[in-house]
């Protein structure tokens, strides 16, 4: 009587896996939103500038707004804000309300004279808006066609790198590959699930660095699953 020889699983199968990292204009895909969100606004509400007379309105709010997120966006785009980082950074905004609070507790006064300091009158028409978000957009394609030509592919024998338009390409085999995870900058990883990964190779003794590589941990685990299971057939 013959035994019946159980089915593989096809999620146990060794899939290649594909890492492309993504220049750091993708961070600004925040700010290409709100570009959108207050071109629509400001096309919606009105077609021209307020005038001196009607002081602060509503439409200056969403101009701010708009200011506020694009300056955000820039220190992320330029700073790696790190866990112990961004804990001092919550740390010292919760102290300087606290302060803020107490003063105002003592003197009065505080909220209404940063209302009248952040009161600035900044106007920008819908047209402004929808030309500054097709430029962002036009980057972000430009950085997308970029990773299709420059990207790893992780295979069950080699590591095949993919440099440029040419198709250059190095390999390495992933018996010698070793990587490590590093999360650099928690708000790119709250935002993308964005990290890094720094491969190491035994046969030239090189080190490489992917940096803002999307859903690095989904990755990380198929790299663990890849080279885990070659470690084990090697052996």
């Not at 790119?188 to 803002?212: I, Q, R």
Request: hydrophobic share 55%; net charge neutral.
């Amino acid at each position: 009587m013959s035994e019946t020889q159980p089915a593989p699983n096809p999620e146990l199968t060794v899939q290649p896996v594909v890492i492309r990292s993504w220049p750091k204009i993708i961070m600004m895909l925040p700010t290409l939103v709100m570009a959108i969100i207050c071109g629509i606004i400001t096309a919606m509400t009105r077609s021209e500038m307020p005038g001196a007379e009607e002081g602060f309105v509503a439409i200056h709010v969403v101009n701010l707004l708009f200011l506020l997120v694009l300056f955000v966006n820039l220190i992320l785009l330029l700073y790696d804000l790190s866990l112990r980082g961004f804990l001092i950074l919550v740390l010292t905004l919760i102290v300087i309300v606290l302060v803020l609070l107490l003063v105002d507790m003592k003197k009065g006064g505080v909220w209404e004279a940063l209302e009248k300091a952040f009161s600035l009158r900044v106007y920008a028409n819908a047209a402004f808006y929808f030309v500054f978000a097709l430029v962002l957009a036009i980057n972000l394609v430009v950085a997308w066609v970029i990773t299709r030509f420059h990207y790893w592919k992780v295979e069950r024998n080699e590591i095949i790198i993919h440099n440029g338009f040419m198709h250059e390409q190095q390999r390495h085999p992933t018996s010698s590959a070793r990587f490590r995870l590093q999360i650099d900058d928690v708000i790119e990883y709250g935002l993308f699930g964005a990290g890094t990964l720094v491969f190491t190779f035994a046969d030239d003794h090189s080190e490489h660095v992917l940096s803002t590589v999307l859903r690095v941990r989904s990755k990380a685990r198929q790299l663990d699953l890849l080279l885990g299971r070659i470690a084990v057939t090697d052996q």
